[in-house]
């Protein structure tokens, strides 16, 4: 119950400082040229899943996680270092440390598990708890100034770490690239192919596609566009998966809930 009433204030507070102007503005900004830094998958979702007037990442955007596990699978299986079999379950190929510690830590978690587990299956067990990926992740994003952060005072007690993108140029080029290869409906590289699984997964499209005109089609221009990705189909049922097990947990929860109400 705590540590729920504490996200409750977190999230409000967060909601009051994007009133107040948000986290980056054009004068706040600067526009650093990173034309030649090549981002990961994982480090272009956290660009885009930064909400610049409140510095947070966007409230919907819940599986973050999900998606940022997925995009190693999907660098692991690019490089041949695991496969899938006919029933998408993992196959180790190789394990044999890789130098990249995000890479690192997926391949010994995977390594050490006695379960062979599908990628599905994968991607919503070590997802659930993605904090790691999620700092080495951003890591990168700090260590090149495509964006900053500082520790914000929240209602006077607590504190809270924000994010100013600031480079937005390269932030926009990657959305208007996404926005073109759906809006489109052309064929697209499987690289980019798994980004849109990401972004579609992560709820990311409303930020993308802000006008209802365009988003009329955008869901199934994605569908049919990411339709014969393995991974991004295994990352969209991760994402299935989690939710129907919070709403079997949520209706135990009324169930007994109700049945002590009866008792008493």
């Not at 981002?39 to 007037?53: C, K, S, V, W, Y």
């Amino acid at each position: 119950m705590k540590k729920r009433f504490i996200t409750i204030l977190l999230l409000v507070s967060g909601w009051a400082a994007g009133l107040k102007g948000g986290a980056c503005n054009t004068t706040a900004c600067q526009y650093s040229d990173h034309a030649g830094v090549q981002l990961r998958l994982g480090e272009q979702l956290l660009l885009l899943a930064i909400n610049d007037r409140t510095g947070d990442y966007y409230s919907r955007a819940e599986y973050i996680g999900f998606g940022l596990v997925s995009s190693l699978f999907f660098e692991l299986e690019q490089k041949g270092i695991i496969r899938l079999d006919e029933k998408n379950k993992i196959v180790m190929n190789d394990q044999s440390p890789t130098g990249d510690e995000a890479l690192d830590v997926l391949i010994n978690r995977i390594g050490k598990s006695s379960k062979i587990r599908t990628l599905a299956d994968w991607i919503k067990t070590i997802g659930a708890d993605s904090r790691k990926f999620k700092k080495l992740f951003m890591a990168k994003l700090l260590e090149t100034k495509m964006v900053s952060s500082e520790v914000k005072k929240v209602l006077a007690i607590f504190r809270k770490r924000v994010y100013t993108v600031r480079d937005q140029e390269y932030k926009r080029r990657i959305g208007e690239q996404v926005r073109a290869i759906v809006l489109e409906n052309t064929a697209c590289e499987s690289d980019e192919a798994m980004l849109m699984s990401m972004i579609n997964a992560c709820n990311l499209t409303k930020s993308l596609f802000r006008e209802k005109a365009e988003r009329k089609n955008v869901r199934r221009n994605m569908k049919l566009l990411i339709n014969d990705h393995v991974i991004g189909k295994a990352l969209s049922r991760a994402v299935y998966m989690d939710k129907k097990s919070r709403q079997n947990d949520f209706c135990l929860d009324i169930y007994i809930l109700l049945s002590l109400i009866f008792l008493l």
